[in-house]
């Protein structure tokens, strides 16, 4: 089969089997699905397996450290709870975070661990979403976090085996087990594919994480980088960067070795130095005596999982190194395709991107000032803004004022400050204009005009335009040169939180250059409903 796929489909397209989405490589190879209990007996007893080995290491002095003990609890606790019947319940990240740190100060924090334990639901009344073993753990008889640690692998065993023995039994019951132990086994069951593979338009195919590994190599070649076709991304990354990274991935890193921390700073350093240790070990003359053999094993074992253990840590640096290079690089393609928004990027790197010390904080281009342009309608805004406050650009694009606005402004470009004061002046304004135009309608509805102005009540109340009108229609010898549609449209405008424009406006408030327009507005709206309501008291 695998011959047909590379021979009769793969190489007419110049393809890999690696290339090919899950699905589709299931599909043709015809991958027969799995039996759900046999799958779960599986599990069941590689489970079994590590944690008689984690409780074997305590038992040889070999615990982990109380960090590690307490990242361990939290993650396995909270990964062992069933979710609820609206499929949630699982603690967040913060919570997560709260129990690692209560854990690690477990001699301090007892009373506080079984409080949150119950917070979270994790014990308690217990029931189908409750965690299935950890309320067999008795807190109060753990001296530390080692006795919380053995007695929690010892109750996760037990509970491990029952299943095991039940996944085995003749009176096995697959819904009654998946009640109770699906959650922690998650068993994805391949129930094959269809004869025929129909692809729907809008249906997603998942594409194979490596596709574009070698297109990418090829470009950054041809673009003359030292890139050979079999190097992975992130050494494509850091030679495509020139490497370019925040300062904190360059820092020396600590390791302990043998509890006890040696002095030296470069990881390449340790671990070269426990690789020559394990070396050692290894050149030396085998031991006669049988415990000697056990402890030089022992020995050899324990060194080749430091090593192993700094190489993770270094990975999980590099994997978080590349994610913040692969975005920074995706923010710069869409800075540069930002339509409305210009930015003068000089001189700035990712290695800017960062917080250190108050010295240095300055420096980070989150903090650093940098000259930008924004285009909203026919005008350019201007100013000097750190880049994360680059979204108040943004918001202003979508205020509904900006048209109006901008068309009593002159110049072609304005200062983003001044514009920001505007805004800021419009809603303290149109506030005060609406105290004026309640007091208008109070004095309206107790004048002279009054039994006009209710025969036009409609639903309880006079339209704010039927007063208007009236009263208008009724007066002569207006000093405002507004006519009634002028009127009712700027009260309008301003009722709707919107900013109204004229021609006949414009020449009215006499814009000049550099000064907020707003203002001028509402003051012409305020003359006009004080000169109403004097008339009205006349």
């Known amino acids: 089969m695998q011959y047909y796929i590379k021979n009769a489909v793969l190489d007419k397209y110049n393809l890999k089997t690696s290339y090919l989405p899950d699905v589709v490589r299931e599909y043709i190879l015809g991958y027969a699905g799995l039996h ?51 499929n949630k319940g699982k603690p967040n990240n913060v919570q997560y975070d ?51 640690y053995k007695s929690y692998l010892q109750k996760k065993k037990t509970w491990l085996e029952k299943g095991l023995k039940s996944s085995t039994s003749n009176d096995y019951n697959e819904d009654t087990f998946k009640i109770e132990y699906g959650h922690a086994l998650k068993i994805k069951i391949r129930k094959g594919l269809p004869k025929e593979y129909i692809h729907e338009h809008d249906s997603p195919v998942v594409l194979p994480r490596g596709l574009f590994n070698e297109a990418i190599a090829a470009g950054l070649q041809n673009e003359g980088f030292d ?72 020995a050899i ?49 990712l290695k800017n991107v960062y917080y250190s010390n108050e010295e240095k904080e300055s420096e980070s281009i989150l ?50 400050s001044l514009l920001k004061e505007d805004l800021e002046l419009y809603n303290r304004g149109r506030e005060d204009l609406f105290e004026k135009i309640y007091q208008f309608e109070e004095v309206a509805l107790d004048s002279d005009l009054k039994d006009d102005l209710l025969e036009k009540k409609k639903d309880g109340f006079v339209a704010h335009r039927d007063i208007i009108e009236i009263i208008m229609n009724h007066f002569s010898d207006f000093s405002f040169d507004l006519g009634l549609k002028d009127v009712i449209e700027l009260r309008n405008r301003f009722n709707h939180n919107q900013i109204p424009y004229k021609p006949k406006l414009s020449e009215l408030i006499k814009q000049e250059e550099s000064e907020p327009v707003t203002p001028k507005l509402f003051d012409l709206a305020n003359m006009v409903y004080d000169e109403l309501i004097q008339k009205l008291k006349n």
């Open 36 to 86: 759900y209990r046999s799958e779960a007996e599986r599990k069941l007893k590689d489970k079994i397996r590590e944690t008689k080995k984690l409780i074997n290491d305590i038992d040889k002095d070999k615990a982990p450290r109380t960090g590690e003990m307490a990242q361990f609890l939290a993650r396995d606790i909270i990964f062992h709870k069933p979710l609820n019947a609206e």
């Open 367 to 416: 903090n650093r000032n940098i000259p930008m342009k924004c285009k909203i309608f026919d005008k350019v805004i201007t100013d000097n803004l750190p880049l994360k406050r680059y979204g108040e650009f943004r918001a202003e694009l979508k205020d509904r004022r900006m048209e109006n606005l901008l068309k009593y402004y002159k110049d072609d470009e304005i200062n983003h």
């Open 227 to 298: 890139i050979k076709s079999d190097d992975n991304l992130v050494y494509s990354l850091d030679k495509y960067l020139k490497g370019d990274t925040q300062p904190y991935y360059d820092m020396k890193r600590f390791y302990f070795h043998n509890e006890e921390y040696d002095g030296r700073s470069d990881y390449k350093e340790i671990i070269e130095n426990l690789k020559n240790e394990l070396q050692k070990l290894k050149d030396e003359p085998e031991p006669k005596n049988d415990e000697e053999k056990r402890k030089r094993a022992f």
């Open 98 to 148: 709260v129990l690692q740190g209560l854990y690690a100060m477990f001699v301090l924090e007892k009373n506080n661990i079984l409080k949150f334990h119950n917070e979270l639901q994790l014990v308690g009344k217990q029931n189908e979403f409750t965690h299935p073993f950890l309320y067999k753990v008795q807190l109060k008889e753990c001296r530390g976090i080692l006795d919380f």
């Open 301 to 349: 074992k324990d060194l080749a999982k430091e090593v192993n253990r700094i190489y993770g840590r270094e990975q999980l640096i590099r994997y978080t190194q590349s994610n913040d290079r692969a975005l920074w690089l995706m923010f710069m393609e869409l800075a540069k395709k930002e339509e409305a928004a210009e930015y003068e990027f000089v001189n700035i790197n």
